[in-house]
């Protein structure tokens, strides 16, 4: 079975600097998805970032960007530049590149200090 | 990113009486939509896939008497709480899968019921 594991329950971070949100998880499919959703106290998920498993490069969106090491099954979220809007519940997600279901972690935390 | 709503937002009931909850993909058609129920301060949790003319597939655990969907339309389906006891006070999220470009989910605004 498929498992999400997000390590650290709660971060924080400066506002401008910068963090990283840990995400491990558990397959044995070789083509899949991986996701990072903010929810903000709004509670509306809201896509971060995505990446293909089949693809070497990271994925970058704008202040975001992922370390994705497949071999290690790793999926971090660095976030440059924290600003106060950052300061939300991000949720790691898996999907099998054949499935329906989105597999989440249990999330983390994160407070931006100004 | 593609539009996904939800109505109501909020709901109010009594015990033992039934809420209907509607979820919409507002700019594109969703042959697959997700319920899920979130605990506060806890992750998603995964209750029902929603396929469009068909019946729903249900997580272990999850009573499909109690918890009724219907995906009637490609943009259209509602979770519908039968006979809502406390118990069943939680935020419910629906999103659906957009098939073309990124083929990913996204996730309507949640309903918070809070059952009397």
Same mark, same amino acid.
């Given at each position: 079975a498929q498992t999400v594991t997000q390590s650290q329950p709660e971060m924080s971070v400066q506002e401008a600097e910068t963090v990283t949100l840990s995400c491990t998880y558990d397959t044995s499919e070789s083509d899949y998805y991986l996701f990072w959703y903010k929810q903000p106290p709004s509670r509306q998920m809201i896509l971060v970032i995505r990446q293909e498993a089949y693809k070497q490069q990271n994925a970058t969106e704008n202040r975001f960007s992922v370390n994705f090491q497949k071999a290690a099954k790793s999926f971090s979220l660095k976030i440059s530049d924290s600003q106060l809007g950052d300061a939300a519940m991000y949720f790691c997600a898996y999907r099998a590149a054949t499935g329906n279901q989105f597999y989440f972690g249990t999330g983390t935390s994160l407070t931006v200090i100004p | 990113g593609a539009v996904v709503s939800q109505h109501p937002s909020w709901v109010i009931c009594k015990s033992g009486t039934s809420v209907k909850i509607e979820c919409r993909s507002l700019d594109f058609q969703a042959t697959t939509m997700f319920w899920y129920r979130q605990f506060p301060k806890q992750s998603l949790m995964l209750m029902a896939t929603s396929n469009e003319g068909s019946k729903a597939t249900y997580e272990q655990g999850v009573e499909k008497d109690k918890f009724l969907i219907n995906h009637?339309? &490609? @943009?259209l389906s509602t979770l519908t709480v039968t006979s809502?006891?406390?118990?069943?006070?939680s935020f419910y999220i629906c999103s659906a899968r957009? &098939?073309?470009? @990124?083929d990913t989910q996204y996730f309507g605004p949640g309903t918070r019921l809070t059952v009397l």
């Amino acid at each position: 079975a498929q498992t999400v594991t997000q390590s650290q329950p709660e971060m924080s971070v400066q506002e401008a600097e910068t963090v990283t949100l840990s995400c491990t998880y558990d397959t044995s499919e070789s083509d899949y998805y991986l996701f990072w959703y903010k929810q903000p106290p709004s509670r509306q998920m809201i896509l971060v970032i995505r990446q293909e498993a089949y693809k070497q490069q990271n994925a970058t969106e704008n202040r975001f960007s992922v370390n994705f090491q497949k071999a290690a099954k790793s999926f971090s979220l660095k976030i440059s530049d924290s600003q106060l809007g950052d300061a939300a519940m991000y949720f790691c997600a898996y999907r099998a590149a054949t499935g329906n279901q989105f597999y989440f972690g249990t999330g983390t935390s994160l407070t931006v200090i100004p | 990113g593609a539009v996904v709503s939800q109505h109501p937002s909020w709901v109010i009931c009594k015990s033992g009486t039934s809420v209907k909850i509607e979820c919409r993909s507002l700019d594109f058609q969703a042959t697959t939509m997700f319920w899920y129920r979130q605990f506060p301060k806890q992750s998603l949790m995964l209750m029902a896939t929603s396929n469009e003319g068909s019946k729903a597939t249900y997580e272990q655990g999850v009573e499909k008497d109690k918890f009724l969907i219907n995906h009637a339309s &490609l @943009t259209l389906s509602t979770l519908t709480v039968t006979s809502a006891h406390p118990e069943d006070s939680s935020f419910y999220i629906c999103s659906a899968r957009f &098939l073309l470009g @990124t083929d990913t989910q996204y996730f309507g605004p949640g309903t918070r019921l809070t059952v009397l």
